[in-house]
C-alpha cells in the first residue's frame, strides 16, 4: 500500500509539473543569453563575466543559497596556446530534507566571435542555461526530498574546464552527490527528440524516469553511451564527463547535432520554442521522479 501511495505521488506531482514551468520566462531568458550583448560568451571575455552577472540575478531573484558568500565561483587554466584563463561557475542550491545531493547543471560559455561574426549560441547553451532557471524556480516553491545543486558551468568549450574545477575545488563533500543532471542543446530539433544519455552503465534510470515525456509533446530517447560507439558515445561530450569518471550516476538531456551547431546562425529565431517548452517540462519531471526514487540508485 505504501509503494502504491507513492507511486500516486510521484503521478499527481508529474502532471501537475507541466503546468508550472514559467513559458515566457523560459524563452525570455533564452533570447536575452543568446543576444548579440554577450558576443558568445566566450571563457575570459567581458561578455561572458556579463551574463554570469544576469544569471546571477535570477538566482538571486529565484531565491537560491549559495555557498562561501557568493554564487561566483572563479577559477583559473591555460588554455591551448598556455594562456592564462580566467572563468567563473555559478553555483547556488535548495536544501532538502536529506543530506544527498542532485547536481543540475548547463554551462553556460559559448565560442564568441570569429571572423567578425558572433556566434550567439541559442541552442548551445543558452537553452540549458535558461532551463536551469525555470527548474530551480519550480523547485524553489516546491521544496525537494533531497538537495539541489544548480550550477552554470563556464568553460565548457574549452575542455570541460569548469566541471573539473568544481569536482577539484568542492564547495561540499562530493560523496554527497549521488546523481547528476546536464542539460546541454535543449531547444532545437524538428522530430521532437531528446536524448537521455547515462542509462546504459545505470539501467535503473530508465525505469525511473519512465514516461517523464508524457503530454510534453517531446520524445525521450536512450542511447549515445556506450562505449563501444566510439565518438557517437556522447559521455565525455559535455560537463557529464568528469562526474562519469567519477563514478558518479548522470543523465545528459541533448539533441544531436543539427545544421547551426557552432555556427553563427544558432540564433533564438532557429530554435523551437515548442519543443524547448516541452523538453524543459520532461526534464523537470525526470528530476521530480529521481528526487522521489533516489534510493532505488544509491545505497542510504
Known amino acids: 500500500m505504501k509503494k502504491l501511495f507513492l507511486l500516486f505521488i510521484i503521478f499527481f506531482t508529474v502532471s501537475a509539473a507541466a503546468q508550472n514551468i514559467d513559458r515566457k520566462q523560459l524563452l525570455k531568458d533564452l533570447e536575452i543569453l543568446s543576444s548579440d550583448v554577450y558576443e558568445g560568451r566566450k571563457t575570459g571575455s567581458r561578455e561572458n563575466q556579463m551574463a554570469a552577472n544576469y544569471i546571477v540575478s535570477q538566482f538571486k531573484d529565484i531565491g537560491l543559497s549559495f555557498y562561501q558568500d557568493s554564487f561566483k565561483h572563479p577559477f583559473s587554466f591555460k588554455n591551448r596556446n598556455s594562456d592564462l584563463v580566467n572563468a567563473t561557475n555559478l553555483i547556488g542550491y535548495i536544501k532538502g530534507k536529506t543530506e544527498k545531493v542532485i547536481l543540475i ?39 525537494p526530498e533531497n538537495t539541489l545543486l544548480f550550477i552554470a558551468f563556464d568553460a565548457e568549450e574549452m575542455g570541460l574546464k569548469g566541471a573539473y574545477s568544481f569536482l577539484n575545488n568542492p564547495v561540499l563533500d562530493n560523496t554527497r ?37 508524457i503530454n510534453t509533446g517531446v520524445r525521450i530517447l536512450y542511447g549515445h ?76
Open 225 to 300: 553511451d556506450n562505449p563501444k560507439l566510439g565518438k557517437d558515445d556522447w559521455t565525455m561530450q559535455s560537463d557529464q564527463g568528469p562526474f562519469a569518471q567519477n563514478n558518479i550516476p548522470f543523465i545528459y538531456f541533448g539533441v544531436e547535432d543539427h545544421p547551426d551547431y557552432h555556427q553563427p546562425t544558432d540564433e533564438y529565431q532557429n530554435i523551437n520554442p515548442n519543443f524547448f517548452y516541452g523538453a524543459t517540462n520532461a526534464i523537470l519531471n525526470s528530476i521530480i521522479k529521481v528526487d522521489h526514487q533516489l534510493n532505488k540508485l544509491v545505497k542510504k
Open 177 to 213: 552527490i549521488k546523481m547528476m543532471i546536464n542539460m546541454d542543446m535543449i531547444s532545437h530539433n524538428n522530430k521532437k527528440e531528446l536524448y537521455a544519455v547515462g542509462t546504459f552503465k545505470n539501467p535503473i534510470l530508465k525505469k525511473i524516469i519512465k514516461d517523464a515525456d
Open 105 to 143: 547543471s548547463a554551462h553556460y560559455d559559448h565560442v564568441g566571435i570569429k571572423k567578425s561574426l558572433i556566434y550567439n549560441g541559442a541552442d548551445d547553451n543558452a537553452s540549458g542555461v535558461a532551463g536551469l532557471l525555470a527548474l530551480a524556480k519550480y523547485f524553489k516553491s516546491r521544496p
